[in-house]
């Protein structure tokens, strides 16, 4: 009887012993891992659309800049200010930009 206690006792402690060591390392080492991994890809998922996000303003406020600068600076001051000085259509000069010197027609 006291053999058959003690087989058993040792059964069961080993089996408690497997479960624990078992539910520790697979469950909580490989959740936290798994949970460590999945934290640090988000955060660098995060990153990386954060950094796509400047990218793409930047691109965006460059692109709105160019095309500002080149619309007033080309279109508005060559078309409308110095092109005038080099037309002989004095009327429509005078119509544009009144505030330009009358072009002198030769």
């Not at 497997?18 to 909580?28: C, D, H, I, V, Y």
């Not at 965006?60 to 007033?72: A, K, N």
């Given at each position: 009887m006291?053999?058959?206690?003690n ?50 303003l ?28 080099t ?8 119509q ?11």
């Amino acid at each position: 009887m006291v053999s058959d206690l003690n087989t058993l006792l040792l059964f069961l402690f080993l089996f408690l012993f497997l479960f624990l060591f078992l539910f520790l390392f697979l469950f909580l080492f490989l959740f936290l891992f798994l949970f460590l991994f999945l934290f640090l890809f988000l955060l660098f998922l995060f990153l990386f659309l954060l950094f796509l996000l400047f990218l793409f303003l930047f691109l965006f406020l460059f692109l709105f800049l160019f095309l500002f600068l080149f619309l007033f600076l080309f279109l508005f001051l060559f078309l409308f200010l110095l092109l005038p000085l080099t037309s002989s259509i004095t009327a429509s000069h005078r119509q544009l930009c009144p505030y330009i010197l009358p072009i002198s027609v030769s």
